[in-house]
């Protein structure tokens, strides 16, 4: 069910049933949050939006603590780092293997725009790989909407593709080892780009870390907070409250109230 609140009291919902788009009024919901499409009058669920006298919701402060303001050490750096590394590679084999099918296909149908598309879902998916593993191994929170899944895959691409061209010499060092070396030398060969990686990895997730937008942090007299219908982040001042202290989310307009104890200038 599509939903979006217009004002404070009136919200434009989409019909499940026929597709229909009517604006209605909080009183208009039932008992079980439904409201009736005015085009086929299938009952159908408003999904977030506040019950008539429902007191709207708290959204949450943000408490994440960026990378540069933890405490410098890190325990267990080198393990993180070849296991961010180790996994990328595993799973870029994965993106690699339905790039080239994507390839295959849009260039079909598509032609060179069709390859471009197929570049662009390329950085999507190295960039959203790279935000889960920045999540999972060192807590870092990325910024994940489409513009930037496009800065970090492509930039990531980038930087992996150049750092394995400077090291094809040692990949050829290694191979020349000799058969009876073989095992050693993969095994050395995966240690050391798999911590190559996971540090190229990690450095182009931190660009793209939350609070790092345009590289300034919040000014003074305002919060950040998140909405608790969308889980949009955002921040916001004392003129973004209205007279019934609640603010709109910037994503979906969702009005919800800012954290108890929160003072803004």
């Not at 889980?231 to 969702?254: F, L, M, P, W």
Request: charged share 15%; proline share 3%.
């Amino acid at each position: 069910m599509k939903m979006a609140i217009i004002h404070e009291d009136r919200f434009s919902v989409t019909c499940a049933n026929c597709g229909a788009r009517y604006t209605y009024r909080s009183e208009n919901i039932n008992a079980n949050g439904q409201v009736q499409c005015q085009n086929c009058g299938k009952w159908v669920t408003a999904v977030g939006v506040p019950l008539a006298g429902e007191r709207p919701p708290v959204g949450e402060l943000e408490s994440y603590i960026p990378w540069n303001k933890r405490e410098p050490k890190v325990e267990n750096e080198i393990p993180r780092l070849l296991a961010h590394g180790f996994i990328y590679s595993i799973l870029s084999l994965a993106i690699s293997f339905i790039f080239m099918m994507m390839v295959v296909i849009f260039a079909i149908f598509g032609g060179f725009i069709g390859i471009i598309i197929a570049l662009l879902v390329l950085a999507e998916m190295i960039g959203g790989v790279n935000i889960a593993l920045a999540d999972a191994v060192w807590q870092i929170k990325c910024r994940s909407g489409q513009v930037s899944l496009l800065g970090h895959g492509g930039l990531l691409f980038l930087f992996l593709l150049i750092t394995g061209i400077l090291g094809l010499p040692l990949a050829f060092s290694l191979a020349m080892m000799g058969s009876s070396l073989y095992i050693i030398s993969q095994l050395l060969y995966l240690f050391i780009f798999s911590l190559i990686d996971g540090f190229v990895c990690r450095f182009v997730a931190l660009q793209f870390e939350i609070g790092t937008d345009d590289g300034r942090s919040l000014a003074e007299g305002y919060i950040s907070a998140t909405c608790p219908h969308c889980n949009s982040r955002y921040a916001y001042d004392s003129s973004s409250i209205d007279e019934k202290g609640t603010v709109a989310c910037q994503n979906c307009t969702y009005r919800f109230i800012l954290p108890v104890g929160v003072e803004l200038g």
